[in-house]
């Protein structure tokens, strides 16, 4: 993953604040967007790659706790980093069980807050990564036909071919031509292997009987 594949929001209604940590940031090879306020944040385009938002707590208008929030709604992959001159630790257990990456008082280091935003970044990393993986299974289970699909689903299930056959009312035959091709369009060599890949999809094994 290269830098310029790496970006930094930095969300903090003071300038001279903003000014401060895009420096060190883009010191640290980091692309960096500067933002005064949550809504001005919200107004900017998604980004496209592994992205950490550096995120004051307290904000004119909508204030930190609430966009994180707003970007949890939307499924958002920004991994946050909170900054805070008025913050206790009640406020940072809050903070952390939402998802952030760190809840940092002002003045903090600046070590402590590279070290943040580069474990941020990671994780975010893993998201997309996650996300396009999930994306793919999900286009190569799009070309199973119909029945394709209803063999794979009592494959994963742990029908073996006879009971599929019995419960399709189909030929053992014709089961496993379909489940051959299951296997080829999926680009798995075992029934271990489909199940897995079934769960990073989201598609449930089909139950049979009554």
Same mark, same amino acid.
Request: a neutral charge; glycine letters at 8%; aromatic letters at 6%.
């Given at each position: 993953?290269?830098?310029? &594949?790496?970006?930094?929001?930095?969300?903090?209604? &003071?300038?001279? $604040?903003?000014?401060?940590?895009?420096?060190?940031? *883009?010191?640290?090879?980091?692309?960096? &967007?500067?933002? #005064?306020?949550? %809504?001005?944040?919200?107004?900017? %385009?998604?980004?496209?790659?592994?992205?950490?938002?550096?995120?004051?707590?307290?904000?004119?208008?909508? &204030?930190?706790?609430?966009?994180?929030?707003?970007?949890? *709604?939307? =499924?958002?992959?920004?991994?946050?980093?909170?900054?805070?001159?008025?913050?206790?630790?009640?406020?940072?257990?809050?903070?952390?069980?939402? =998802?952030?990456?760190? !809840?940092?008082?002002?003045?903090? #280091?600046?070590?402590?807050?590279?070290?943040? $935003?580069?474990?941020?970044?990671?994780?975010? !990393?893993?998201?997309?990564?996650?996300? *396009?993986?999930?994306? #793919?299974?999900?286009?190569?289970?799009?070309?199973?036909?119909?029945?394709?699909? #209803?063999? !794979?689903?009592?494959?994963?299930? =742990?029908?073996?071919?006879?009971?599929? %056959?019995?419960?399709?009312?189909?030929?053992?035959?014709?089961?496993?031509?379909?489940? =051959?091709? $299951?296997?080829?369009?999926?680009?798995?060599?075992? $029934?271990?292997?489909?199940?897995?890949?079934?769960?990073?999809?989201?598609?449930?094994?089909?139950?049979?009987?009554?």
């Amino acid at each position: 993953m290269k830098h310029r &594949d790496k970006h930094v929001f930095v969300v903090d209604d &003071d300038k001279s $604040v903003r000014t401060s940590l895009a420096t060190l940031l *883009e010191s640290d090879g980091y692309s960096v &967007d500067s933002f #005064e306020s949550a %809504a001005a944040f919200l107004i900017h %385009a998604p980004n496209v790659g592994p992205a950490c938002l550096v995120l004051d707590v307290r904000l004119p208008g909508l &204030d930190g706790f609430a966009l994180q929030r707003q970007l949890a *709604e939307k =499924g958002r992959m920004e991994q946050i980093v909170f900054i805070t001159g008025y913050g206790d630790i009640p406020m940072g257990v809050k903070a952390m069980k939402h =998802g952030a990456i760190d !809840f940092l008082p002002k003045p903090f #280091e600046d070590e402590a807050l590279l070290n943040a $935003v580069a474990q941020a970044i990671a994780r975010s !990393f893993d998201s997309w990564r996650n996300r *396009e993986e999930v994306t #793919e299974i999900r286009s190569r289970i799009a070309t199973l036909t119909p029945r394709e699909f #209803e063999v !794979f689903r009592l494959v994963i299930a =742990g029908l073996l071919n006879k009971q599929i %056959a019995a419960e399709l009312g189909a030929a053992l035959r014709t089961i496993k031509t379909h489940r =051959g091709r $299951v296997m080829h369009k999926l680009g798995v060599q075992s $029934v271990a292997d489909l199940v897995r890949l079934a769960q990073k999809a989201g598609v449930s094994p089909e139950l049979s009987g009554p």
